[in-house]
């Protein structure tokens, strides 16, 4: 078992920026990939980004390359997302989840999943 506990969400005017964080526990060892996945009111969930535990290669939405930065530390089992020049559109619960294998994009393939973090972006 793996559990991931969020944390660093919160209310955000546009072009502002938020850091999340995501501390693993448990099995972390079996997990290949820790990924942020968001749901916003009235979408289907999104794959935002993610991060290999071991290489630190890192993936990126279409929608958030070039603005959001992915980046793990291994000592302190801990993924973070920095969210920059944040965008209404962006509003939206922020989840931090944990795979194996390694086709990152497929959502419902992540084992474990956090509780969810809420960013909202006002405009």
């Known amino acids: 078992q793996v559990q991931l506990v969020e944390s660093g969400g919160g209310l955000v005017q546009a072009g502002g920026s938020l850091r999340l964080s995501c501390t693993a526990s448990?099995?972390?060892?079996?997990?290949?990939?820790m990924g942020w996945i968001r749901q916003g009111p009235g979408k289907e969930r999104e794959f935002v980004a993610a991060?290999?535990?071991?290489?630190?290669?890192?993936y990126y939405a279409d929608s958030v390359k070039g603005r959001f930065t992915i980046s793990r530390d291994n000592a302190k089992n801990t993924v973070y997302l920095q969210m920059n020049s944040l965008k209404p559109e962006d509003t939206a619960v922020y989840y931090c989840a944990a795979r194996t294998g390694i086709d990152y994009l497929k959502i419902n393939d992540y084992n474990y999943w956090g509780q969810g973090t809420q960013v909202t972006v006002s405009s």
């Open positions: 991060v290999s535990w071991r290489g630190g290669m890192t």
């Open positions: 448990g099995r972390t060892f079996t997990s290949d990939f």
